[in-house]
């Protein structure tokens, strides 16, 4: 028999005692898997909402550089239009590698979702594919001419529209009927929801000729970019957004967010130590008696420091794991309660718990244990054994 | 036979304000092995402080105090914690016994802390000699008063101590167990463990093979001693 065990059955002693100090640390451990967790899956789910964009930079009209680039991000109206004319003169550029004009509108459907909401129409040309290889074919194709009567919708509008290749569809507002000529598979991102129409007859349907809503540009060398900023700097009209410039804003956005469930999950954590210290303490004056015992028949300092040490560690280990299992079984809420409150949030999963996450979580819970741990241990291990033996009589 | 402890002069002395308490002022006496002692006096006689003394739990103030031949007086704590360990059995009215633990995990718990690897035969042996054996799977909670008693002994005995040290060891038990422990301390003595126990119970005293009576804090003649007047 080791002092392990020794510790562990001690923790048998007052049962709903224990079970609380370890729901405690397990409370303060989900919050923290779930942060550390976000924090992570946040970042890769922006990176593969931008990344997909297929571009690199981001011609618009000028305004808040931040708003249209989340707005293009996220869709929504609002947007500010600039003139065609500045795309044929950007696309003389030779610096540039690929180059897409697009023109976002949103249209208000009073039966959309039950209770009314925006869809968003997306006007493109044929280089918009270019710039974005992966997109594939779900089924039907790509529009018979620019200037058709045809739109390509994306996986999951498709689906909430419930529509095929050839079928029809009616765009309220402007009362115009339009035929699907294409649908596109899955591809994780806001693309999913938008419906997509020729750039000439999304200007004309929606009376917005040879306006634009954002240029997507790839360049050939990404070093060129502050060069190709300044160049376009005389444009009056228009403004030059990097998305990585977008990527660190929006994630700067966040930290507000996320610096204030950091100090949920700080506040949690200190209340965890001090109800392992607590449960640990009581535990340690209701066995004076006991330690005095054991110091009387062989225990050394370091023996009764290690048997309560113990006892924290797997307070805070068993709180580590049924924290961590908590977080894992509570991810998809976190992610829904999450996604309500953001001003942005990328598709994809938000809550990104992997197992080096988990590990972690279970080596600070432990350490947790042992921060906790020291006060107690340290007072249990100083008794002298006449007064602890002495001090029920 | 050899004296397993041997006391010269032991005083200890407590401070209250400015008063000095003399708890025990020159206490001389040896115990053999093989020997069975007890130690009588009223309440404030200063018995338990020589108990703690003895049991290498203090330290006296003054004098001198052998256990197995070794001078121990000015013994560090890890060294008298040693010493308990490899010389010292304890026996407790109260018994002290770690409730969630069964009655042969107990008994172990000496080894335990001495981190030597734990002899099953030595267990058994043990058990059988105290009777025990046969609940040595039970937790201690569930055990009778004569039963946690046998258990105390038997982890008093796992580390095959010189001296045994019992505090009022029947204090708690019923006439007919408290003979049946006192047999047990018996045949331990005869096998040449020293026992000594401190007691109010004189009937138990009596039977022991030799009676110390404390008073004041000093040795006195049986006829000198309060406990009986």
Same mark, same amino acid.
């Given at each position: 028999?080791?002092?392990?065990?020794? +510790?562990?059955?001690?923790?048998?002693?007052?049962?709903?005692?224990?079970?609380?100090?370890?729901?405690?640390?397990?409370?303060?451990? +989900?919050?923290?898997?779930?942060?550390?967790?976000?924090?992570?899956?946040?970042?890769?789910?922006?990176?593969?909402?931008?990344?997909?964009?297929?571009?690199?930079?981001?011609?618009?009209?000028?305004?808040?550089?931040?708003?249209?680039?989340?707005?293009?991000?996220?869709?929504?109206?609002?947007?500010?239009?600039?003139?065609?004319?500045?795309?044929?003169?950007?696309?003389?550029?030779?610096?540039?590698?690929?180059?897409?004009?697009?023109?976002?509108?949103?249209?208000?459907?009073?039966?959309?979702?039950?209770?009314?909401?925006?869809?968003?129409?997306?006007?493109?040309?044929?280089?918009?594919?270019?710039?974005?290889?992966?997109?594939?074919?779900?089924?039907?194709?790509?529009?018979?001419?620019?200037?058709?009567?045809?739109?390509?919708?994306?996986?999951?509008?498709?689906?909430?529209?419930?529509?095929?290749?050839?079928?029809?569809?009616?765009?309220?507002?402007?009362?115009?009927?339009?035929?699907?000529?294409?649908?596109?598979?899955?591809?994780?991102?806001?693309?999913?929801?938008?419906?997509?129409?020729? /750039?000439?007859?999304?200007?004309?349907?929606?009376?917005?000729?040879?306006?634009?809503?954002?240029?997507?540009?790839?360049?050939?060398?990404?070093?060129? /970019?502050?060069?190709?900023?300044?160049?376009?700097?005389?444009?009056?009209?228009?403004?030059?957004?990097?998305?990585?410039?977008?990527?660190?804003?929006?994630?700067?956005?966040?930290?507000?967010?996320?610096?204030?469930?950091?100090?949920?999950?700080?506040?949690?954590?200190?209340?965890?130590?001090?109800?392992?210290?607590?449960?640990?303490?009581?535990?340690?004056?209701?066995?004076?008696?006991?330690?005095?015992?054991?110091?009387?028949?062989?225990?050394?300092?370091?023996?009764?420091?290690?048997?309560?040490?113990?006892?924290?560690?797997?307070?805070?280990?068993?709180?580590?794991?049924?924290?961590?299992?908590?977080?894992?079984? +509570?991810?998809?809420?976190?992610?829904?309660?999450?996604?309500?409150?953001?001003?942005?949030?990328?598709?994809?999963?938000?809550? #990104?718990?992997?197992?080096?996450?988990?590990?972690?979580?279970?080596?600070?819970?432990?350490?947790?244990?042992?921060?906790?741990?020291?006060?107690?241990?340290?007072?249990?291990?100083?008794?002298?054994?006449?007064?602890?033996?002495?001090?029920?009589? | 036979?050899?004296?397993?402890?041997?006391?010269?002069?032991?005083?200890?002395?407590? #401070?209250?304000?400015?008063?000095?308490?003399?708890?025990?002022?020159?206490?001389?006496?040896?115990?053999?092995?093989?020997?069975?002692?007890?130690?009588?006096?009223?309440?404030?006689?200063?018995?338990?402080?020589?108990?703690?003394?003895?049991?290498?739990?203090?330290?006296?103030?003054?004098?001198?105090?052998?256990? +197995?031949?070794?001078?121990?007086?000015?013994?560090?704590?890890?060294?008298?914690?040693?010493?308990?360990?490899?010389?010292?059995?304890?026996?407790?009215?109260?018994?002290?016994?770690?409730?969630?633990?069964?009655?042969?995990?107990?008994?172990?718990?000496?080894?335990?802390?001495?981190?030597?690897?734990?002899?099953?035969?030595?267990?058994?042996?043990?058990?059988?000699?105290?009777?025990?054996?046969?609940?040595?799977?039970?937790?201690?909670?569930?055990?009778?008063?004569?039963?946690?008693?046998?258990?105390?002994?038997?982890?008093?005995?796992?580390?095959?101590?010189?001296?045994?040290?019992?505090?009022?060891?029947?204090?708690?038990?019923?006439?007919?167990?408290?003979?049946?422990?006192?047999?047990?301390?018996?045949?331990?003595?005869?096998?040449?463990?020293?026992?000594?126990?401190?007691? #109010?119970?004189?009937?138990?005293?009596?039977?022991?093979?030799?009676?110390? #009576?404390?008073?004041?804090?000093?040795?006195?003649?049986?006829?000198?001693?309060?406990?009986?007047?």
């Amino acid at each position: 028999m080791k002092l392990f065990i020794i +510790a562990f059955k001690n923790l048998k002693r007052k049962k709903t005692r224990s079970v609380l100090t370890i729901g405690g640390v397990a409370i303060a451990v +989900a919050v923290l898997v779930s942060l550390l967790g976000f924090n992570a899956g946040y970042q890769i789910a922006l990176n593969n909402d931008v990344d997909k964009m297929g571009y690199q930079v981001l011609v618009t009209a000028k305004g808040c550089p931040y708003e249209a680039a989340t707005l293009m991000l996220k869709g929504g109206g609002g947007l500010r239009f600039m003139e065609e004319e500045v795309f044929d003169r950007i696309v003389q550029d030779e610096r540039i590698d690929k180059i897409t004009p697009q023109l976002i509108n949103t249209v208000f459907d009073a039966d959309k979702d039950g209770g009314g909401g925006f869809t968003m129409f997306m006007g493109i040309e044929k280089s918009y594919l270019t710039l974005k290889p992966w997109t594939e074919f779900k089924e039907g194709e790509w529009f018979s001419d620019e200037n058709a009567d045809e739109v390509i919708i994306g996986y999951e509008a498709a689906e909430l529209e419930q529509r095929r290749a050839g079928d029809k569809i009616f765009i309220p507002g402007i009362d115009k009927v339009l035929t699907v000529s294409g649908i596109f598979e899955r591809t994780g991102t806001q693309d999913d929801g938008v419906i997509m129409l020729p /750039l000439k007859t999304a200007q004309r349907i929606f009376d917005l000729e040879k306006k634009l809503t954002g240029i997507g540009i790839k360049l050939k060398d990404m070093t060129e /970019l502050p060069a190709f900023e300044e160049d376009l700097y005389d444009e009056a009209s228009i403004q030059v957004i990097s998305m990585a410039q977008v990527k660190g804003t929006i994630m700067n956005l966040i930290s507000t967010a996320q610096i204030l469930v950091t100090s949920v999950a700080f506040i949690a954590i200190i209340v965890a130590i001090f109800g392992v210290v607590n449960t640990i303490l009581m535990s340690v004056f209701e066995r004076t008696q006991e330690i005095g015992v054991m110091k009387a028949i062989g225990a050394s300092k370091l023996d009764v420091f290690s048997l309560i040490w113990y006892e924290t560690i797997l307070i805070c280990g068993l709180g580590g794991i049924v924290g961590s299992i908590i977080a894992i079984l +509570a991810g998809n809420s976190v992610e829904f309660f999450v996604k309500k409150l953001l001003p942005y949030a990328p598709e994809g999963n938000l809550v #990104h718990i992997t197992s080096g996450l988990l590990l972690l979580s279970l080596v600070g819970a432990i350490v947790l244990g042992l921060v906790s741990g020291i006060y107690p241990a340290y007072r249990a291990s100083s008794m002298r054994p006449i007064e602890a033996i002495r001090s029920g009589e | 036979m050899d004296n397993i402890l041997e006391s010269k002069s032991i005083k200890k002395y407590y #401070h209250r304000g400015s008063e000095t308490v003399k708890a025990l002022d020159g206490v001389d006496f040896e115990i053999a092995s093989g020997e069975m002692v007890a130690i009588v006096g009223p309440s404030g006689s200063g018995k338990t402080t020589l108990m703690n003394i003895i049991s290498c739990l203090d330290n006296p103030t003054e004098g001198q105090l052998k256990i +197995a031949g070794k001078d121990v007086t000015n013994y560090t704590e890890s060294q008298l914690i040693k010493i308990r360990r490899e010389n010292i059995g304890f026996v407790f009215q109260q018994f002290y016994l770690i409730p969630t633990l069964t009655a042969k995990e107990n008994i172990e718990l000496p080894f335990v802390f001495s981190k030597k690897s734990i002899d099953p035969q030595r267990i058994n042996t043990v058990m059988e000699r105290v009777g025990i054996q046969s609940k040595q799977n039970i937790q201690v909670n569930q055990l009778s008063g004569g039963d946690k008693q046998r258990c105390c002994l038997a982890r008093s005995l796992m580390n095959d101590p010189a001296i045994l040290i019992a505090d009022e060891p029947t204090g708690k038990l019923e006439t007919q167990v408290r003979d049946a422990i006192f047999s047990l301390f018996d045949e331990l003595v005869q096998s040449g463990l020293a026992i000594f126990i401190a007691t #109010h119970d004189l009937e138990l005293a009596e039977k022991t093979q030799r009676i110390i #009576h404390l008073q004041d804090g000093k040795i006195v003649q049986r006829e000198e001693s309060s406990l009986y007047w």
